[in-house]
């Protein structure tokens, strides 16, 4: 049983239509989603409108690393894979729902056709307290959640529209914002 508690503090329920083992749900970072596990998660909307009294989980395909954001609308996810243990660094993948074929090539993006030393050499550090994201136009990632894209930036905020990495002096915080 999934519960949130809106702000003011009503509670919506809901099952979860299939058991899962030892979950800590996670919300995303803009409360979009809850992550369920590696590759799990459900939307918040499924959870609080609750159809037929049970949300459905989906899942990111398996060996695509840990899910950190997914964008429903734009059928987009963002997860990360650790790559070494030490120092602890990470890749990311941001591909369609369904997938695990990379949307672009950035670096610090992972994909099948780069050299294990190339991933090694791209990887970046991440913490949870701070998780990677969609833009909610599905437009702009941060695998890293900094949001920093100033020109020594790394990986930096990725636009997948145009393919290239965003280089700006200012914050691209109202990148990630709702219009």
Same mark, same amino acid.
């Given at each position: 049983?999934? %519960?949130?508690?809106? &702000?003011?503090?009503?509670?919506k329920?809901? $099952? =979860?239509?299939? *058991?899962?083992?030892? !979950? +800590?749900? @996670?919300?995303?970072?803009?409360?979009?989603?809850?992550?369920?596990?590696?590759?799990?998660?459900?939307?918040?909307?499924? %959870?609080?409108?609750? &159809?037929?009294?049970?949300?459905s989980?989906? $899942? =990111?395909?398996? *060996?695509?690393?840990? !899910? +950190?954001? @997914?964008?429903?609308?734009?059928?987009?996810?963002?997860?990360?894979?650790?790559?070494?243990?030490?120092?602890?660094?990470?890749?990311?993948?941001? &591909?369609?729902?369904?997938?695990?074929?990379?949307?672009?090539?950035?670096?610090?993006?992972?994909?099948?056709?780069?050299?294990?030393?190339?991933?090694?050499?791209?990887?970046?550090?991440?913490?949870?307290?701070?998780?990677?994201?969609?833009?909610?136009?599905?437009?702009?990632?941060?695998?890293?959640?900094?949001?920093?894209?100033?020109?020594?930036?790394?990986?930096g905020?990725?636009?997948?529209k145009?393919?290239?990495?965003?280089?700006?002096?200012?914050?691209?915080?109202?990148?990630?914002?709702?219009?």
């Amino acid at each position: 049983m999934l %519960v949130i508690t809106n &702000a003011d503090r009503t509670e919506k329920q809901c $099952r =979860i239509n299939t *058991k899962l083992e030892k !979950v +800590t749900p @996670v919300f995303n970072w803009n409360k979009t989603i809850i992550t369920l596990g590696n590759v799990e998660y459900v939307s918040v909307t499924s %959870v609080t409108n609750c &159809a037929s009294g049970a949300a459905s989980i989906e $899942r =990111i395909p398996d *060996k695509a690393g840990t !899910v +950190t954001d @997914v964008n429903i609308e734009a059928g987009l996810y963002l997860s990360v894979a650790v790559v070494n243990s030490s120092p602890l660094t990470y890749t990311a993948l941001v &591909a369609k729902l369904g997938s695990r074929q990379p949307v672009a090539n950035f670096p610090g993006m992972y994909s099948a056709a780069k050299s294990t030393s190339r991933v090694l050499k791209e990887s970046f550090t991440y913490s949870d307290s701070r998780p990677g994201r969609i833009s909610p136009d599905g437009r702009y990632v941060s695998a890293d959640g900094s949001m920093r894209c100033t020109p020594e930036s790394y990986p930096g905020v990725w636009d997948l529209k145009r393919k290239q990495k965003v280089v700006r002096q200012v914050g691209c915080e109202s990148l990630f914002t709702s219009s």
